[in-house]
């Protein structure tokens, strides 16, 4: 079991940062490959980035490619998504989730094994 908990979500201007954060409730972190996916009203959830469980690949959607980094410190639990040069599309509610480690190449596709989540943080991008 892994319980996630996100923040740092809010209202930023088109062409701001945001630093987006989750804090993992777990005795094995390691065991887990993360991710951050995002779900705009109306739409299905879509994702936008993973990392492997010691940090050494990353995966990005094309749309957010360059501009978002993840990263994560298996020292604290936690994973982290920087945002910068925001855009109104880039608005949604962000969600961060633990997938089995072995199951990274999936992660974009939703994932082959069970799957944590946590509750979501908004991001809203507007002037």
């Known amino acids: 079991q892994v319980q996630l908990v996100e923040s740092g979500g809010g209202l930023v201007q088109p062409g701001g940062s945001l630093n987006l954060s989750c804090d993992a409730s777990t005795d094995n972190f390691r065991a887990y490959a993360m991710a951050w996916f995002r779900q705009a009203p109306g739409t299905e959830r879509e994702f936008v980035a993973s990392?492997?469980?010691?940090?050494?690949?990353?995966e990005y959607s094309e749309s957010v490619k360059g501009r978002f980094t993840i990263s994560r410190d298996n020292a604290k639990n936690t994973v982290s998504l920087r945002m910068k040069n925001l855009r109104p599309e880039d608005t949604g509610v962000y969600y961060c989730a633990a997938f089995p480690r072995g199951d990274f190449r999936t992660i974009p596709t939703g994932g082959a094994g069970t799957a944590y989540w946590g509750k979501g943080t908004l991001v809203t991008v507007s002037s």
């Open positions: 990392v492997t469980w010691l940090g050494t690949a990353k």
